[in-house]
Structures are given as structure tokens and as C-alpha cells.
């Protein structure tokens, strides 16, 4: 399996911020890791071996991107109001760096699909939802889709729009909203089994119903925790829709 290492100074971010690409060829796959872990999580915890198949015949190239989660929902000492700061220049490093990078080697028109897991899955999720013009669409496990249990009940622009079950709830122009009701890659998959809260999913199962947003929602059994070894079962058998593998 070829793998390709990089590293540049985002200047979105002020930090230097490694990327890892494994595959040759295929359909993009955005990685963003669970909690505040880094780029090579998904390596470290076998969902890359989980999903070789995909990437050993050319049907996906897969880049796993570190988090900043540390240093914006998961940072304690932080005021909210820095926190979802770096969530909104996290968001311009993808958009003004990673993608850039992935259409240079994917080419111009590439459209990634986004996965996560845990508050990954969140990460992954608000990437496409705010930019379907650039994404194809999300899997999204086991995840979260409200950053306002992060912040202490503080509210301004920069909660609103990276909180998709805000923006969400009011969108209702002609651009972002018509795309959206044409998606034919929108998954949200949970368990119900230990740590897991499918009720977080289909709430927002919910939310993308009242849009009239297509997408599936994918409950897992009271045995499906919240934990690697079902992601690894999870991420392959979407890719298989996605990517032609029966």
C-alpha cells in the first residue's frame, strides 16, 4: 500500500499540521480523528487495514488530517469564544489547504467524501454540510452533531455556523439547500450499545428529514459500542456502497 507523509505550516492555524495519504489512486476520503487525536489514529487502530481493500485496488485514496480538538472543544482552559475560533480557522485550513492539496492530486474537479468517528464524526459532517459544493458527502459514526454542550452556553457567529444543528435548522436559501436535497452520499450510523447515544443521530436524522435532505440512518445493534472495533466494521461496508464493492 503506497503511503505519502506531509507536514507544512498551516498559516490558518499557526501550527505546523502533518497529513497522511495512503493509496495510489481512487475516490477521495477526508479522514478527521476521534477526540484529540492525530492524523495517524486511524492507522494506529487498524481502520486503514480495515479498509486496504479499497485502497490497494485504486477505489479510494484516503488522507487522515490531525485534529485541533485540543485546542478548541476539548480545551478546558480555553474561553468558548476561542474555542469555536479554532473551529472556524480549522475549518478555513481544510477548505484553503487540505483541499487544494487533495484536487491537485485528485484532480480539480474531486469532490471528497468525509468520515469520522466520535467527535470526528461531527467534524466530518459540518465539513460537508457547509461546504456540499465542494464534498460529495459524509459517514458519519457514532457521533454528535451539537457543539453546544462544549461551550458552556456561549452563542455568537462562529457557534452558529459550525454547529449544524443550528445552521441546518434554518437553512432555506436557493443555493446550499437545493444541492444538499440532492446528496446521494449522507450517512449517519450509530450503535446502541455501551457509550454510544443513537438518539443524538436520529435527532438529527430528524433535523436532515425536515430539510428534505436524503441520507441514511444506520442504528447498529444494542451490542454496537462506541469503540474502534465496530468502526472498523462500519467504514468498509459504506465504502462498498460508495465505492463498488459488493
Known amino acids: 500500500m503506497r503511503r505519502d ?25 477526508l479522514m478527521f480523528p476521534t477526540a484529540a487525536a492525530d492524523y495517524l489514529e486511524y492507522e494506529r487502530f487498524y481502520l486503514i487495514d480495515a479498509i486496504k481493500y479499497f485502497i490497494e485496488n485504486g477505489l479510494i485514496r484516503a488522507y487522515s488530517i490531525n485534529s485541533v480538538n485540543k485546542y478548541s472543544l476539548l480545551n478546558r482552559e480555553s474561553h468558548p469564544a ?11 485550513y481544510i477548505m484553503e ?6 484536487r491537485n492530486e485528485c484532480g480539480q474537479d474531486a469532490k471528497p467524501l468525509t468520515t469520522g468517528a466520535s467527535l470526528g464524526a461531527l467534524l466530518a459532517a459540518n465539513t460537508y454540510f457547509k461546504h456540499s459544493d ?3 458527502g459524509t459517514i458519519a459514526m457514532s457521533g454528535s452533531y451539537d457543539i453546544y454542550n462544549y461551550l ?10 459550525n454547529n449544524p444543528a443550528m445552521y441546518l435548522k ?7 439547500l437545493p444541492r444538499l436535497r440532492k ?4 450517512v449517519i450510523a450509530t450503535g446502541q450499545g455501551a457509550y454510544e447515544a443513537p438518539d443524538r443521530s436520529r435527532e438529527f436524522s430528524a433535523l436532515l428529514h425536515s430539510k428534505g435532505i436524503p441520507h441514511w440512518l444506520d442504528i447498529w445493534g444494542h451490542d454496537v459500542a462506541h469503540d474502534w472495533v ?5 467504514l468498509p461496508y459504506y465504502l462498498g456502497k460508495f465505492a463498488g464493492q459488493k
Do not use: C, Q
Open 183 to 186: 446528496a446521494d452520499a449522507i
Open 134 to 136: 465542494n464534498f460529495r
Open 5 to 29: 507523509t506531509t507536514s507544512w505550516f498551516s498559516h490558518n492555524l499557526g501550527m505546523d499540521m502533518p497529513l497522511v495519504a495512503y493509496g495510489h489512486a481512487g475516490y477521495p476520503l
Open 230 to 234: 465496530w468502526w472498523r466494521k462500519m
Open 82 to 92: 476561542w474555542k469555536v475560533e479554532m473551529l472556524s480557522r480549522y475549518d478555513k
Open 97 to 102: 489547504e487540505v483541499l487544494p492539496l487533495i
Open 170 to 176: 434554518n437553512l432555506n436559501d436557493d443555493y446550499h
Open 152 to 161: 458552556e452556553k456561549y452563542y455568537d457567529d462562529n457557534v452558529y455556523f
